[in-house]
């Protein structure tokens, strides 16, 4: 009896204490409406010695719990003023054997006001969410598609193909090619010609991430994983991609270490975060991008075989433009139309200036070429675009300059015969040495005609001009 007696009281202190937390004010009436338990100290200063046995319309203002009792229908939610507040009230019968033998009532903020901060807050927060939410789904989407892709090289076309073949199938594309030969438009464009093409497109530059958080960024970390880790934990660019297609970009600089982890994923189809042990299925579909010869790195050992040959089950080698120079025209034409808009009319190569564009290497293919079209669009006055108007490199190597007729090329060959003083042998040092020495000598031999000068050098006015302030020479306007 004794210990009956003391689990109960315990059990009694235990809802008495769940009471005082969970509300702000709790009374409990019987069936005829006196007070067998209050807790409104903290909202009224009232006691509960005070009330007991009292009827609860002489202790609450505006209480209900007698019509509760009457009507035996719970008021859940209602606004009520107590003591001068707007507070919510719950009311709600408590039933025995078909008959009520009290009630109970609740209130669960002591103020509106609190509540409807506590609304706001809420709806805030979801606002908040939906807008990142729309914005990651705006950054994780791919943006180019195979029309995007200009050729009309039968190689080029017949890439497309493989590649759109590729795109229906869920297998592993690697894509190589020297830089700016159109990997990133490939990847983009099998992700939009694919069945996730309603999935995310997720792309991660593996040279760009340090090392050591390369993992994080893959596969993402549970909370406080490390010392430095966020509190919420990270969503890795795997799970991110879940749905849809990771792009892994520059593949070759990933460390061995994460090869290895990498191919275990592939091979398990599933990873965990850091720091967690919970499994998650990896519904991706891996593309993959690279500039180096992986083969070769393979054989060097800084590449592991086996996830070469996982990532390659398709691939797909870009050719540089010099291997298919049939596609200059078409791409320069192209870059010619779509830059017209910002240029007010469009402009046309003569003929001289595209047999430069043809002969040209283009060690930064499709991405120079597109550099060179926009830079000489602009530098040209009228509606051709002459020789005079490509980038200086360009002419250079042309060996040939229709201002000056040799005249730039003989100089820059003369300045670099002379000694020039470079620190190190920095590249961009020295290129301004060397433009430094050619402009001080045009000046000199011009007698300071900055317009003969511009024309020896076989640049416009002004860009000598701006050339003499980067590299420090005195500027004077003539
Ligand atoms: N076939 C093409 N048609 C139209 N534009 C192209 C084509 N190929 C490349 N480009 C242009 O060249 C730029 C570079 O392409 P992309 O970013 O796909 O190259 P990449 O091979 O990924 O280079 P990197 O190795 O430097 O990352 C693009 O922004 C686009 O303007
Ligand atoms: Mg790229």
Partial sequence: ?????????????????????????????DADGYITKFNYEKLLGIKEDEV??????????????????????????????????????????????????????TILFKDLAEVKYMADYIDNMKRQMRDYKQELKRLNQAKYSFDNIITDNSRMLGLIESARKAAETHSTVCISGESGTGKEYFAHSIHKASPRHYGPFVRINCAAIPKDLLESELFGYAPGAFTGASSAGKIGKFELASGGTIFLDEISAMPLEMQSKLLRVLEEREFEKIGSNVKIDVDVRIISATNEDLRML?????????????????????????????????????????????????????????????????????????????????????????????????????????????????????????????????LKHCVESVERQAILEAMRKNKHSKTDAAKMLGIHRTQLYKKMKKLGLEVEEE
């Fill in 298 to 426: 393979v054989s060097k050992d800084k590449f592991r075989e086996d996830l070469y040959y996982r990532l390659e089950v398709v691939g797909i080698k870009i050719p540089p433009l010099r291997e298919r120079k049939d596609d200059i025209y078409l791409l320069a034409e192209n870059f010619l139309n779509s830059l017209k808009a910002s240029y007010a009319e469009k402009k046309q190569f003569s003929k001289s200036a595209l047999n430069v564009l043809i002969s040209h290497e283009w060690p930064g293919n499709v991405r120079e070429l597109r550099n060179v079209v926009e830079s000489s669009m602009s530098m040209a006055e009228g509606n051709t675009i002459e020789i005079a108007d490509l980038p200086e490199y360009l002419r250079i190597m042309a060996g040939e300059d229709q201002a000056t007729s040799g005249e730039a090329t003989d100089l820059i060959t003369a300045s670099l015969e002379m000694s020039f003083s470079c620190d190190s042998l920095n």
């Fill in 52 to 105: 007991l046995g009292k009827h609860v319309t002489d202790v609450l203002e505006n209480t209900r719990l007698d019509v509760v009792l009457k009507t035996g229908k719970s008021e859940i939610g209602d606004i009520q003023v107590i003591g001068g507040k707007q507070v919510i009230a719950s009311r709600i019968p408590i039933e025995r054997d078909g008959k009520i033998i009290g009630a109970v009532g």
């Fill in 1 to 29: 009896m004794e210990r009956s007696y003391e689990e109960l009281k315990r059990q009694m202190e235990m809802i008495d204490e769940f009471i005082e937390q969970a509300y702000e004010g709790m009374a409990i009436v």
